[in-house]
């Protein structure tokens, strides 16, 4: 089954514009990802917080997680028409890799 | 650094028929993995290998789906019949070592399956 859930599932914004997307989750973990799939290059990992960890860069990501809430956030400054994609949060537990459904980002010119 | 091969990558059968798929891991990678992703879904772990064993396949649906990694490099996935509620993308996956937490995963481009 599915652990994480995005919020919100789809964002359309302008490019320049920082897009900003939520994940909860159900269970303890040890880790949560953000993957990110379009047609061009299928499933890519984007980056990686530990769950002792509240926060963590990576070029114009920033990802944020409350494991007291459950909860993560994904932050992408100065959004490009690149970054149309869909973005997924994964958590790690017991040796497996849970998926959520996805967020759907549109970047428009 | 060649990714993840995988092949075909898209696929059309009629129902009862069988489908295979193939994947070529990372050189070197340990852990293959084989995901479905059904549409405006994410993907769902179907079975897990660390070398040739088949560590966790308790989400493998057995009594149409089996998969294969002779000598620990590829790796074949079978669906025999398919039904029609068969119709994904099958994603490959593989990583160096799982047994250590937030190993990264690398995808291959997946195969899209349509079962009429």
């Known amino acids: 089954s599915q652990q994480g859930e995005e919020d919100p599932q789809a964002l359309s914004i302008q490019e320049g514009e920082n897009a900003t997307m939520n994940c909860s989750y159900k269970?303890?973990?040890?880790?949560l990802q953000w993957y990110r799939q379009n047609s061009g290059r299928g499933l890519v990992h984007l980056i990686l917080?530990?769950?002792?960890?509240r926060e963590k860069h990576s070029g114009r990501l920033r990802v944020t997680l409350d494991t007291s809430k459950k909860s993560s956030s994904l932050l992408i400054t100065a959004s490009r028409a690149a970054d149309t994609a869909s973005y997924f949060c994964?958590?790690?537990?017991?040796?497996?890799?849970?998926f959520g459904k996805g967020n759907q980002v549109v970047v428009i010119p | 650094e060649a990714g993840v091969v995988q092949s075909p990558r898209y696929k059309i059968i009629e129902k009862k028929q069988p489908v295979a798929f193939w994947c070529n891991p990372i050189?070197?990678?340990?852990?293959l993995y084989w995901y479905r992703q059904n549409l405006g879904q994410g993907p769902e772990l179907l079975i897990r290998?660390?070398?040739?064993?088949?560590?966790?396949d308790s989400q493998l649906p057995k009594d149409r789906f089996s998969a294969e990694r002779l000598k620990g490099v590829d790796s074949t996935l079978k669906i025999q019949p398919a039904e029609l509620g068969d119709s994904a993308v099958y994603l490959c996956?593989?990583?160096?070592?799982?047994?250590?937490?937030?190993?990264?995963?690398?995808f291959g481009p997946g195969t899209r399956l349509l079962v009429l």
């Open positions: 996956a593989s990583s160096l070592d799982q047994q250590r937490a937030g190993e990264t995963q690398y």
């Open positions: 269970t303890s973990i040890n880790n």
């Open positions: 917080i530990r769950s002792n960890e």
């Open positions: 994964a958590t790690e537990g017991n040796n497996r890799l849970a």
């Open positions: 050189s070197g990678h340990n852990t």
């Open positions: 290998y660390e070398n040739e064993e088949a560590v966790d």
